[in-house]
T-cell receptor, first 114, second 115 residues
Framework: DAGVTQSPTHLIKTRGQHVTLRCSPI?????VSWYQQVLGQGPQFIFQ???????GRGNFPDRFSARQFPNYSSELNVNALLLGDSALYLC?????????????FGPGTRLTVL | AQTVTQSQPEMSVQEAETVTLSCTYD???????LFWYKQPPSRQMILVIR??????QNATENRFSVNFQKAAKSFSLKISDSQLGDAAMYFC????????????FGTGTSLTVIP
């Protein structure tokens, strides 16, 4: 079975632009979470979605938004990009939202904002 | 908010030797999970080991084991018989058992394995 997949692998944008990152969870997984990993830091939680509803939100500005589709894939959108948005964006999927559900991470999308 | 601290930005170990990575955390909760994740240069986060706070017995997965000290809020990872493939960033993470919708990660420890 395929693991969590993310696209694109790398992305270069300029300040002020908008970006959409995509994530496909493991088959059967209904929850998707997004994390931002700035160089030299640990991942920071952005969103969690379950059954197409937002179930958790980290301390990120409203420029960050996300959604989950009926097939449980997800998109992360970032508007008005800033240099500080440059990071590795990780997606993780799990069967459900219970804390004992293991989360499986994708390989990430490397976003560079110039 | 929960915080996770990894005080060793870099560690090195000789191949076949043992190394211990440190992690401390701060929480007011009594029920939670602790994790060690490995992130090789390929960037994919891989679960190494997991510990439930209500279990007194330390978790073990082959060459990987933890020393969980709940009262001290300490959660160290021991890697025995280190192999070249163990070289990676290692992240300690906390997850609440009640509001388990997010991980809190430490800043990571970069492990180098010397042949």
């Amino acid at each position: 079975d395929a693991g969590v997949t993310q696209s694109p692998t790398h992305l270069i944008k300029t300040r002020g632009q908008h970006v959409t990152l995509r994530c496909s969870p493991i088959s059967g997984h209904k929850s998707v979470s997004w994390y931002q990993q700035v160089l030299g830091q640990g991942p920071q939680f952005i969103f969690q979605y379950y059954e197409k509803e937002e179930r958790g939100r980290g301390n990120f500005p409203d420029r960050f938004s996300a959604r989950q589709f009926p097939n449980y894939s997800s998109e992360l959108n970032v508007n008005a990009l800033l240099l500080g948005d440059s990071a590795l964006y990780l997606c993780a999927s799990s069967l459900g939202i219970n804390s004992y559900n293991e989360q499986f991470f994708g390989p990430g999308t490397r976003l560079t904002v110039l | 908010a929960q915080t996770v601290t990894q005080s060793q930005p870099e560690m090195s170990v000789q191949e076949a030797e043992t190394v211990t990575l440190s992690c401390t955390y701060d929480t007011s909760e009594s029920d939670y999970y602790l994790f060690w994740y490995k992130q090789p240069p390929s960037r994919q986060m891989i679960l190494v080991i997991r510990q439930e706070a209500y279990k007194q017995q330390n978790a073990t997965e082959n060459r990987f084991s933890v020393n969980f000290q709940k009262a001290a809020k300490s959660f160290s990872l021991k890697i025995s018989d280190s192999q070249l493939g163990d070289a990676a960033m290692y992240f300690c993470a906390y997850r609440s058992a009640k509001t388990g919708n997010q991980f809190y990660f430490g800043t990571g420890t970069s492990l180098t394995v010397i042949p």
